[in-house]
C-alpha cells in the first residue's frame, strides 16, 4: 500500500496546474447513459474515481475509448473520454463495483430514464456518515418509477417510462438532484425540483445535457425546470475545473507561506473558501490565467466557519481550513452541517500536535506555532489531504499512510506539489 512522505519546512513558489473536477466528471460520465451516440468528456482528470466509474460503466456494455494528450497539450492537460452506450447489455450495478464507488449509485437515473428498468446495489455508507439515498428513491418515485429495496439492491421500473412531476427536497442534496436531473430529461412532459442543489458541477452537468438535445432552464438556482424530450443526442463537453482542488492547494500555501499560481482555477467558483483564505490573511489575486495565491511573514489569523451547500463555505474543504487553521494566531471555530461524521481528521492532525476539542458539530483550533512530523492514517479522501497540508509546514519528517484516499480525489499530487518546492515523495509498497 503506497505513503506518501514529507519534510516540512519549504515554502510553495510556482505554479500547480488544476485538473477537470471529480464531482463533475463523475455524473457526466453517467449521463453518457441516456443516448445512443458519443458522449466525448475533455479535461477528464486522472482519478481513481473515474477509473473505477469506467469499469461500472463498462459492465454495462458502454464502450469508452480514452485518448492520451493531443500535441501540443500543456503538461497536465485532463484526458479526452469517447464514451458510446449504444448497446446497454446489462441494467445491474452491482455491489462488489458500486460499494467501491458511491457516486455510481446515480446510474439508477438514466438506466431508469432509457430502459425504463434498473437493478442497483444500495452504496452503503462510508467514514463521513450514514449516506442515505432515501431523497434520490422519492425523486424517482415522484416520477413514476416503482422501487423497492431487495437483497442490498434498489429494483426499479417504469413500464411506460418516466412522467414529468414536481420534485421538492426537504435538504439540498447534490445526489438527489443530480438524479432528479438526469432522469427528468427523458420524462413525458415538465419537471421542476425546488430546493434543488447550485454546486457548480450541478450547472455543468445541466449544460452538458442542454448540448446533447435536453430543455433544462435554472441549473444552479434552487428552482431547476426540465421539458422532457424523446432522446438525446451525443455531444462533446469540457469538464469544469476542480474548486475543491483549487480550495486545498491555495490552503496548502496559505499554510507553508509562498507564491502560487494555480493555473485553469475560476474564482468564482470558489469565492466563500477564497473570502476565507483573505481572511486567514493570505492574498488572493485572480487573473486571466487562473488565482495567484500568496502568503508571506505576515502569520494565519483565526476564522469562524460553517460549512453549507454552496455559494457557502463547501463542506469538501473543510478538513483543509483546520489544518491551516492548526498554525493561526489564535482559537478558530469550524462547524460541520452537512455530514454527520466528518472530524475523523482531527485525531489525526493531534499526532501533529494540533490542539483541537469537539464540541458537537463544533471544532475548536488552538492554533500553535509549529506542527511536528508524525506518521499519520488517512481516513477518508478530504481528510487525507488535509494531513498533506499540516506535513507540509510541521518540522521534520511525516509519513501518510492508505494514500489511495489521496488518489481517488488529487491527480499527480506529489508531482504538483514538489514541482513547488516541496520535499515529498511517494513510496511504493
Ligand atoms: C456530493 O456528495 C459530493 N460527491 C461530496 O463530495 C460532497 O461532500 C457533497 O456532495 C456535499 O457537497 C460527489 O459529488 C460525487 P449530498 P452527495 O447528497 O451527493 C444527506 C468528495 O469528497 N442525504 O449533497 O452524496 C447526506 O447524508 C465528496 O468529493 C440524505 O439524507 O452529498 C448529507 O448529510 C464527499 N438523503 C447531505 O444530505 C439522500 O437521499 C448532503 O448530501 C441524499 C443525501
Redesign the pocket.
Known sequence: MDRIRIVGGNKLNGTIPISGA??AA?PLMIASLLTDETLILDNVPRLADVAQLQRILGNHGLDIMSKGKRPGDHEYQGQTLHISAANIIDTTAPYELVSKMR?SFWVIAPLLARMHVAKVSLPGGCA?????????IMALEKLGAELQIDGGYVIAKAPGGLTGAEIDFP??????THVALMAATLAKGTTVITNA?C?P?IVDVADCLNKMGAKISGAGTPRIEIEGVKKLHGARHTVLPDR?EAGTYAMAVAMTGGDVQLAGARPELLQSALDVLTEAGATITPNNEGIRVTRNGAGISPVKVTTAPFPGF???LQAQLMALMACAKGSSHITET??ENRFMHVQELARFGARISLDGETAIIEGIAKLRGAPVMATD??ASVSLVIAALAAEGETTVNRVYHLDR?FERLEEKLSACGATIERISG
Open positions: 471529480k464531482n463523475l457516486a463521513i456518515g450514514t449516506r442515505p439515498v432515501d431523497l434520490l435538504k439540498v442534496t447534490v445526489s438527489g442543489a454546486e458541477e475543491i463547501p463542506t469538501d452537512i455530514f479522501l478530504r480525489g
